[in-house]
């Protein structure tokens, strides 16, 4: 891929998530306004989306800044001398850059993970193993922002990063779908189980795809880096999480759902006969039956908003 081409994908990748970021922006909007109600797995869908736009952003910086461009280009190493003086804002915009892009493409992962942990009822014996994976891959994003600032080199974890992100979500996609098989073949088909299987496969086909082509596809420009498996794999799950957060359905055999409500600061059950998934206050029938209503059926809502 020639240098103009890099540029022209870049700014591509780039419009696009501006496009899908102000179009998205009524979800923020139904939080601001408490028509849906924030929850802790919000917060990290929050952050993985703004960390994408600081990305996006670095990004365009480092474009516009002819300067610097021209030096990375001249490198194809892209090792920065930070010591020189002359370079030493180049050295800040790339080190803000390695960090918030590589901590895009962690919480992009991290969205689906929650996911799947509320899926298996948050059991410590899922959850616990998936916080590891989540801790080592901050780790990584640690590691190549502390080597980028002991060594000037760019994005010199990238293959570990890529590596360990597709060993991750396809954990994260075999956990859910061995689930989501458990509870169709206990209860059925329904809308919102359909919808989770068609996201996961969506999901994990889409990111060995971005992330596989990285890893094998020689670039002749070295200033894409991580940069597209990051804001794509952030836009996905994105869109996945506010598929989820706008599931209305609740026709007859729907199961329960986990609700994070204002009540408890965990997971639970609840029965969706007298449920108006809408977020409306309903009043339990009498005679609602109370192991209905504790039922640990594997589906997943996340709260009015997730």
Known sequence: MGDDSAVI??????????????????FE?????????FTWPIAIYFAGRYFTLITVCLELVQLGDQSTYQFELADTARRFDCRNSSLRDVCSIVGAYEFFSYGSDALATANLAIRMMAL???????????????????????????SFSRSGQADEQIL????????????????????????????????????LTQDGFFWILAILAINLSIMFVRFDSPTIGIFPAAV??????GRLVRRV??????????????????????????NTRHLDLGGATTVASPDADPESARSTTDMLQYGRGY
């Not at 890529?162 to 689930?179: N, Q, R």
């Open 29 to 37: 909007w139904s939080f601001l306004r408490r028509r849906k109600m």
């Open 9 to 26: 994908g870049i700014a591509a990748i780039s419009a696009t998530f501006i496009w899908e970021f102000v179009t998205s922006l009524d």
């Open 245 to 270: 957060s706008n599931f209305r359905a609740s026709g007859p055999g729907t199961p329960a759902l986990y609700l994070m409500t204002e009540d408890t600061s965990v997971y639970q059950p609840a």
């Open 120 to 146: 298996w009822s948050l059991s410590w014996w899922i959850v616990a193993p998936m916080l590891l994976g989540m801790v080592g891959h901050w780790g990584i994003v640690i590691w190549n922002t502390a």
């Open 160 to 195: 570990p990063m890529l590596l360990y992100s597709v060993a991750f979500d396809a954990v994260v996609f075999f956990l859910t779908m061995y689930k989501l098989w458990r509870t169709v073949a206990t209860i059925g088909r329904n809308q919102l189980s359909s919808r």
């Open 232 to 237: 794509v794999s952030s836009m996905l799950s």
